[in-house]
């Protein structure tokens, strides 16, 4: 099956700065890599995600990379702000995930802290 | 239009009870997914359903069971709690839009087994 690492497990970062966070995957059928942002006590939801045949995606403040030879993608949040604080989870979905033909893994999250 | 709905959101076990965790979806998505969650560890697959009628193991189903009588409801059972099954529970449901399958999680329910 699938599996997704993710770095750092921390991040620590001022306001305004950048803060980039990377995952690798192993299954080179993986076509489809979206982030969730979970807020404090709250639920993952979907921030944004690129597909297999996209190098990079940008919406407002976040983009998405992809290196699909070397196997990694990441995420890039420019001009951070004290709402950018949570945990980033990247994923990866895999006709060989558990979950079914659609299934995603998931990566073990980012604690991302913006400090003021 | 709710989304996902989970409950209960809080539950306190002792070990050896059982309980049921209930997940009601109204998107009409077809497959639905229970996933727990513990500190460090990510979100971990414990069951899957791909629609009415199936159910199907993930990475960490030891310990519970599941049910997927009506396409709507997804139930997590817990047959006998021990407190290695403390945790927040999520359910979430899948769109399958074209080239992207984007979860919708339910708001989570956190079971604490003494």
């Known amino acids: ?116 | 239009n709710a989304g996902v709905t989970q409950t209960p959101k809080f539950r306190v076990l002792k070990t050896g009870q059982s309980m049921t965790l209930l997940c009601a979806q109204d998107m009409n998505h077809e497959y639905m997914y229970w996933y727990r969650q513990d500190p460090g560890m990510g979100l971990r697959l414990i069951h899957y359903s791909v629609g009415e009628g199936t159910t199907a193991k993930g990475e960490v189903p030891d310990g519970y069971n599941v049910s997927r009588l009506k396409k709507q409801n997804f139930l997590l059972g817990l047959e006998s709690a021990a407190p290695s099954q403390t945790s927040v529970y999520f359910c979430a449901s899948l769109a399958r839009v074209p080239g992207a399958n984007v979860l919708t999680f339910g708001a989570g329910s956190r079971l604490t087994v003494l």
């Open chain 1, 1 to 116: 099956g699938e599996n997704v690492e993710q770095h750092p497990s921390t991040l620590s970062v001022q306001e305004g700065d950048s803060a980039v966070i990377k995952c690798t995957y192993s299954d080179s059928a993986s076509n489809y890599f979206p982030w969730y942002k979970q807020e404090l006590g709250k639920r993952p939801q979907l921030i944004i995600d690129i597909r297999s045949n996209v190098g990079e995606k940008k919406d407002q403040r976040i983009a998405v990379t992809l290196n699909k030879t070397a196997k990694h993608f990441s995420l890039h949040i420019t001009e951070t702000q004290p709402e950018d604080s949570a945990v980033y989870f990247c994923a990866a979905s895999s006709p060989h995930s558990g979950g079914g033909a659609d299934g995603l893994t998931f990566g073990k999250g980012t604690h991302l802290i913006i400090q003021p």
